[in-house]
């Protein structure tokens, strides 16, 4: 009897899929799946695994570790066969490293550069920076962090350091299921490091993220370009990257702002490590910047550098950070000199980097100013981005002179 009588024709063959598989509600090429698009999982998939994945039609796209309680359940590592496995990790990191060191050469003018950028390098929720001998390393997903002790030593033996800390934010710990006793503990509080022929002091304990920003690093070196003989102010200037770069490349004055007390200690110190005059001021950048304009003070080369301020797609706290980005830039272009630079930065992932030229324009616009962009830039070849995953372009640097 042939199988299309009855109707059996019309039943569909089951699917041979891997375990321990995921299967979307939804068609994805993007490297992070929230658990809103997951549809049916196998029962042997457990957090931390690394599982294979299929899209709503049953079709093959790729393997990712999985988390049930993480707000992103899947992060793809993969999309072609054959299941990651240590070697294949080791061999990921290996391909890392010598991005840094074999193709762009880093180690020829710095020891601070980032040597794994999560998604970006196949291995979603790992950060590592190299800062002299130290890995600093950032952890957002419980399947990493199973599997970093095993890492560690291989990224060591890849970059030529010694000493690693390990940070993980107290909410991610939370929400990814990493527990305190998960995170290796590390005695490393300090590490010098040199960057084109400046020094900075990196303090772990009271440094932002990885503690230090190699991605400006680039941008700090064209920076002190643009400032010799210069009168330069440097607002959010955390640890005093911009404002050391801008004096040792022969600014006249240089004068650097932030709210973090311990940021501006830090600065000062790193000042001092490269013997350059600079004025590190402890205040609000909006309120002092208001009382600059009250007592008629510009300055040649401005550059505006603050913290993430849109972190969040919620209506009201996205509104509310893109007005402090409008807010800031307003106030920083009243300060410019007639013909002076301008720099402004967002490292906000969130917005655009046609939005944030779209804002930074409409500002001056509506103070009768324009700006006469001459480039457009963002983070060096060691933050490299993926094809799939826009949001990874963070950082969105404008230089312009304002006529």
Request: contains cysteine; proline residues 5%; glycine residues 8%.
């Amino acid at each position: 009897m042939s199988d299309t009588m009855g109707g059996l024709s019309n039943i569909p063959a089951p699917i041979a899929r891997e375990k321990p598989w995921v299967q979307l509600k939804t068609f994805t090429s993007k490297p992070n799946i929230f658990r809103s698009m997951v549809g049916e999982v196998s029962p042997d998939a457990r957090q931390g695994d690394v599982v294979s994945a299929y899209d709503k039609q049953g079709s093959f796209i790729g393997y990712g570790f999985w988390n049930a309680g993480a707000p992103i359940a899947l992060r793809i590592l993969k999309a072609t066969p054959g299941k990651p496995d240590d070697a294949w990790f080791e061999q990921a990191i290996r391909r890392a490293a010598a991005l840094r060191k074999d193709l762009l050469k880093l180690d020829a003018d710095t020891d601070a550069y980032r040597v794994v950028n999560g998604d970006a390098d196949f291995l979603s929720g790992l950060i590592v920076d190299r800062l002299g001998d130290v890995l600093s390393i950032e952890v957002s997903s419980l399947g990493v962090m199973r599997r970093l002790p095993r890492w560690i030593p291989i990224l060591h033996d890849a970059v030529g350091t010694k000493r690693e800390i390990v940070q993980i934010d107290p909410h991610v710990a939370r929400i990814e299921g990493i527990m305190p006793t998960d995170i290796p503990k590390s005695a490393v509080r300090f590490v010098k490091i040199k960057e084109f022929g400046m020094i900075q002091e990196v303090d772990f304990a009271e440094g932002h993220k990885t503690g230090f920003f190699c991605d400006q690093r680039d941008n700090r070196r064209r920076f002190g370009a643009l400032a010799k003989g210069l009168k330069v102010l440097d607002l959010c200037c955390y640890s005093g990257g911009f404002s050391i770069a801008a004096k040792l490349a022969g600014a006249t004055e240089v004068t650097g702002v932030d709210l973090d007390e311990k940021a501006i200690e830090m600065a000062k110190r790193n000042a001092n490590l490269n013997n350059a005059r600079v004025e590190f001021v402890h205040a609000d950048a909006f309120s002092w910047i208001r009382q600059m304009q009250k007592n008629g003070k510009t300055w040649d080369l401005v550059l505006c550098d603050p913290p993430k301020f849109v972190d969040s797609r919620d209506e009201e706290f996205e509104a509310e950070g893109l007005k402090k980005y409008n807010d800031l830039n307003v106030l920083a272009m009243q300060i410019v000199a007639p013909g002076g630079v301008f720099v402004t930065c967002s490292c906000s992932g969130l917005v655009s980097a046609e939005a944030f030229e779209d804002l930074v324009s409409k500002a001056a616009h509506r103070y009768q100013k324009r700006l006469q962009i001459f480039d457009r830039t963002g983070p060096g070849g060691d933050h490299p981005n993926i094809s799939n995953h826009p949001e990874g372009r963070y950082l969105k640097v404008l230089w312009s002179r304002i006529g």
